[in-house]
């Protein structure tokens, strides 16, 4: 078994929690309230910020010029999707990028970037990988999921074709193999860590559509 099947098995309670939320399931039935997609996104938009930031230190960290290449790759197309956002969802909603960027990050979105930030700076580059790798795979068996069910919203339509997309999958199935590489020069103790990592941002991945769920919002 390669390792990173092995990571997919410690999650999958998690995946099926995803799966079975109302934020997801309301993505094809139409239930979800746009709303609460909306403040989804702007979160989102200011994730991608950040997020594009650690695939750049990833980059930085990579031990081949091929995995530099990549992880800069992901990190400057992060920023473009997050661009392309502006000129879809938030034109559809009349919001303006200041609008979007004066927005203060939710806890659970914070919660996220900072945690990853923290482990792209401070923790060495296979931990690193490990903590990145649910962003990419999860959204990727979400979006293949959803695509079979479709969505009678034109607008979560548009977001689970993104992520259904063959361009999204020959993304994810660049990293993957980067991991399971990595994984053959690890001790059982590094492995750990970098499963810890992986199960906590698959967490995570859970509480951001909690938070967009719930519009959540700072309570002090
Ligand atoms: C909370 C949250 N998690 C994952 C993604 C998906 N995603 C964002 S950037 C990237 C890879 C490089 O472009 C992927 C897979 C998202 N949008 N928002």
Redesign the pocket.
């Known amino acids: 078994m390669n390792f990173t099947d092995s990571l997919w098995l410690s999650i999958e309670a998690i995946y099926s929690k995803i799966l079975a939320h109302p934020f997801v399931q309301g993505l094809t039935d139409g239930s979800l309230d746009e709303s609460a997609f909306r403040f989804y996104a702007i ?2 938009a200011l ?2 910020q950040d ?2 930031r650690g ?1 750049a230190i990833l980059g930085a960290k990579a031990d081949s010029d091929d995995d530099f290449l990549m992880f800069c790759d ?2 400057s ?2 920023i473009l ?1 997050e661009r392309s956002m502006h000129d879809s969802f938030f034109k559809a909603w009349q919001l303006t990028s200041e609008q979007v960027y004066n927005t203060p990050p939710a806890p659970n ?1 914070l919660l ?1 970037t900072s945690y990853l930030l923290r482990v792209a700076l401070g923790l060495p580059y296979y931990e690193a990988v490990g903590a990145f790798l ?3 795979w ?3 068996q979400v979006g293949k999921e959803l695509v079979q069910k479709g969505s009678v919203n034109p607008l979560y339509q548009q977001w689970i074709d993104t ?1 259904a997309s063959d361009e ?1 999958e020959a ?2 199935k660049a990293v993957l193999p980067v991991m399971d590489n990595l994984a053959l020069g690890l001790t059982q103790p590094q492995k750990e860590a970098v499963k810890h990592h992986f199960i906590i941002t698959s967490k ?2 859970y509480l ?2 909690d938070m967009g769920y719930h519009q959540q919002e700072w309570e002090v």
């Open positions: 979160q989102d994730y991608l997020f594009a695939l992901h990190a197309n992060a999707v979105c996220y649910p962003c990419y999860i959204y990727w992520y999204f993304v994810v995570m991945e951001f559509w």
